[in-house]
């Protein structure tokens, strides 16, 4: 009996190493070869294929890809009929959105987006920009760029339409936004066809859920102590945490033993506390997945 498999969209470039650490959290190990674009995964039910975020939703609505990793402007940029099965707030340097903005020179005297009639703007997403002028009713010359976007304008172009997370490199080139077009986060896309079949929409859901699970993870730590009943009230009262600390007996009466999940950047504050209070043997342990 052939072993069914699922057809596994990775994003080339900038998202390619951090899907990957991200996968390596949920459990999942991917090792990239020299020259290949099929990266191994250690799950047989899996097949990997390296493909540009761009083109990602593309390969998925025709069923090339069961599913992949891609960005929402992605997917509004190809006009893909796809299910999103999740949103992975995840990026090359960020937790953050990418924007996509509009920007002109400093010394422009382009203002807003009727300023641009007629005029002449670079960028890598044509198709939404196009859409996002004929929506304020503008007329404009949009063409594709090939990269370095952003030393276009003056000489080859009135303004760009570029992605940024920080805006220094918009900065460094003495460009100002103008407006924001779109927020785009990453999103976890699945072939219409491929998840209503039951084996591949389970496969699909599992990975998502361990996937999600890692990121929820992210910055968070366990903290475990023991504590004596006299002192949880105060204890407790120290504690941020997901849902409440959890509470369970010792051998001995006297004593409980506490377990919390707090953020990774609170524990040097409030251990002290902690200890002032009368825990006694705190740990702090690492998270690889917070599952819901």
Not at 13 to 30: H, M, N, V
Not at 33 to 39: D, F, L, V
Not at 41 to 64: F, H, N
Request: aromatic share 6%; net charge negative; proline share 5%.
């Amino acid at each position: 009996m052939t072993t069914p498999v699922l057809k596994l969209g990775i994003p080339a470039g900038s998202l390619q190493d951090a899907t990957a650490e991200l996968f390596r959290k949920a459990g999942y190990k991917i090792t990239f070869a020299s020259r290949s674009y099929y990266p191994a995964i250690d799950d047989p039910e899996i097949q990997c294929t390296l493909i540009r975020a761009q083109e990602m939703p593309r390969y998925v609505q025709d069923g090339s890809l069961d599913c992949g990793l891609t960005g929402y402007d992605w997917i509004l940029e190809n006009d893909a009929k796809v299910t999103e099965v999740a949103e992975l707030v995840f990026s090359k340097a960020s937790r953050r959105p990418v924007r996509w903005v509009l920007a002109v020179p400093n010394d422009s005297d382009i203002h807003d987006v009727h300023d641009l009639e007629g005029k002449r703007i670079a960028t890598e997403v044509v198709g939404l920009t196009q859409r996002w002028l004929t929506k304020h009713g503008v007329k404009a010359h949009v063409e594709f760029s090939w990269g370095a976007t952003e030393v276009k304008p003056p000489r080859l172009a009135d303004a760009i339409v570029e992605v940024t997370e920080t805006g220094s490199s918009l900065r460094a080139n003495n460009l100002r936004i103008v407006t924001e077009l779109l927020q785009s986060t990453t999103r976890f896309i699945a072939n219409d066809t491929a998840y209503r079949d039951a084996w591949k929409k389970q496969k699909i859901d599992d990975l998502v859920l361990m996937l999600q699970g890692a990121m929820a993870a992210e910055g968070k730590v366990g903290l475990m102590m023991n504590v004596r009943t006299a002192d949880l009230e105060a204890v407790v009262k120290i504690l941020p945490s997901l849902q409440g600390p959890t509470v369970s007996s010792l051998s001995d009466p006297a004593w409980v033993a506490v377990n919390t999940i707090l953020s990774e950047d609170v524990v040097r504050h409030i251990v002290p506390q902690l200890k002032q209070a009368g825990a006694r043997g705190i740990v702090e342990y690492p998270l690889n997945k917070i599952i819901d």
